[in-house]
């Protein structure tokens, strides 16, 4: 089986793409795995450069394939100096803990929205290097989502937003749905699976 080396110690965002990947032969392994640890300046200024950084400083350590993301909260209706953009946990030079996120992200929600939710766009970047050192990007963004200023009680480590975040068509919580609903939202990301697949 071919391995390709997910350049973050997210174990959440590690298994992103794992199931796909392993039904096209593909292991998914994060820096964790491999006990590897990387300091990384993100000083990109979109989701691509950073997930280019990311990726090649993971192929500088090990040479073998490897692939990085970042990502871009965009919110309706918060202004230019507030807007995440793609420092959605770091905020006035602080990373944030999950329980802070929420708190940030529930008080802009307050602040700007209407009716106590504001839609909301991720902009996702993913670099992948092949064992030869050969770069490919890609792109893609969700914007069927808005954020809310109460919370679920469910959590999601690693992703505290899904605890204020609800699908449009279903106006239920990310960490709420169920595998019926997600057939009937149709959130898959076959495209970006196919995408790693092709360029290992």
Same mark, same amino acid.
């Given at each position: 089986m071919k391995q390709i080396i997910f350049a *973050? !110690?997210?174990? *959440? @965002? !590690? @298994?992103?793409f794992s199931k796909g990947l392993k039904e096209l032969g593909i292991e998914v392994l994060s820096l964790k795995d491999i006990d590897v640890k990387l300091d990384i300046e993100e000083d990109g200024s979109t989701a691509i450069e950073n997930a280019l950084l990311k990726a090649r400083a993971c192929y500088k350590k090990t040479k073998k394939p490897c692939m990085g993301m970042d990502d871009t909260l965009y919110m309706e209706g918060v202004p230019e100096d507030m807007q995440p953009g793609l420092f959605v946990r770091r905020v006035n030079g602080k990373n944030l803990t999950d329980e802070e996120m929420i708190?940030?992200?529930t008080n802009l929600v307050k602040k700007y929205g209407i009716n106590g939710r504001?839609?909301?766009?991720?902009?996702y970047g993913l670099a992948v290097i092949n064992e030869n050192g050969e770069e490919t990007t890609y792109s893609w963004f969700k914007d069927d989502f808005y954020m809310t200023s109460s919370r679920s009680d469910k959590n999601n480590p690693g992703y505290p937003l899904n605890s204020i975040s609800k699908y449009k068509k279903?106006?239920?919580?990310f960490t709420e749905v169920t595998l019926e609903d997600m057939k009937l939202i149709e959130v898959n990301e076959d495209d970006v699976v196919d995408f790693i697949a092709n360029h290992i």
């Open positions: *973050t !110690s997210n174990a *959440t @965002k !590690s @298994k992103r708190e940030h992200y504001i839609n909301c766009k991720w902009i279903l106006d239920k919580y």
